[in-house]
């Protein structure tokens, strides 16, 4: 089977990023991280792909004097490496409807609520103040919306009456960790079908 060529967008801890290293490594992912893009430079995401012989490349969007000039610069990483598969893995920053149209059904996203509930910011936040009973976590391609794309998968996660945010997303972050990895191996056995642009069905 081909392996997939794959590029990391992070902003932060990589916690996610060091999830799917950890899987490729036990030969659970029929790809190959080629490189790490990072708009952060502290990014401790940047120093664990480093101890894995992965290539980074910190874009630093300050340094650009467009939101477009900075894109074109990840772009560019993207086409030099042959990326089939771009993963946001804590990365920060809303991408361009040009961005998202250049690769369709070609970036996914791992996002701590059970979506369409409590997109953006801060979701853990969210459902502790709503006080849901049951949150979770989403894998799903990335389109134009904010966290609206075709879900790949989910899992649910009890709210206990105890949690908090730090408490819940902890909980959360644990089935993050499975859940991301899982959906990257689904693309890379090409098992994800989109259906009418909004669902996805999952070929056995």
């Known amino acids: 089977m081909d392996m997939i060529n ?4 992070v902003s932060g801890r990589g916690t996610n ?8 490594n036990r030969g659970g992912i029929d790809g190959k991280i080629r490189i790490v893009l990072s708009d952060n430079p502290e990014a401790y995401a940047l120093k664990r792909a480093q101890r894995n012989g992965i290539k980074t490349k910190v874009v630093h969007y300050k340094e650009y004097r467009s939101k477009d000039e900075y894109e074109q610069e990840i772009m560019k990483y993207i086409d030099n490496y042959r990326i089939d598969l771009i993963v946001l893995a804590g990365y920060m920053r809303i991408l361009s409807p040009n961005f998202i149209k250049k690769y369709p ?5 791992i996002h701590p609520a059970l979506l369409p509930s409590f997109p953006g910011l801060n979701a853990q936040r969210q459902a502790i103040e709503y006080g849901v009973k049951i949150s979770g976590c989403t894998v799903h391609f ?6 609206s794309g075709p879900i790949i998968l989910q899992k649910a996660v009890e709210v206990k ?3 908090d945010e730090k408490s819940l997303s902890r909980r959360i972050l644990k089935y993050e960790h499975r859940l991301l990895p899982r959906a990257i191996q689904l693309f ?3 098992k994800i079908q989109i ?4 669902r996805v069905h999952i070929k056995k």
Do not use: C, H, P
């Open 6 to 9: 794959i590029a990391v967008l």
């Open 17 to 24: 990023l060091q999830a799917i290293i950890n899987v490729i």
């Open 105 to 109: 059904y070609r970036i996914i996203n």
């Open 142 to 147: 990335v389109d134009e919306g904010v966290d």
């Open 161 to 163: 009456d105890s949690d």
């Open 188 to 190: 890379a056995q090409n």
């Open 195 to 198: 259906i009418n642009k909004t």
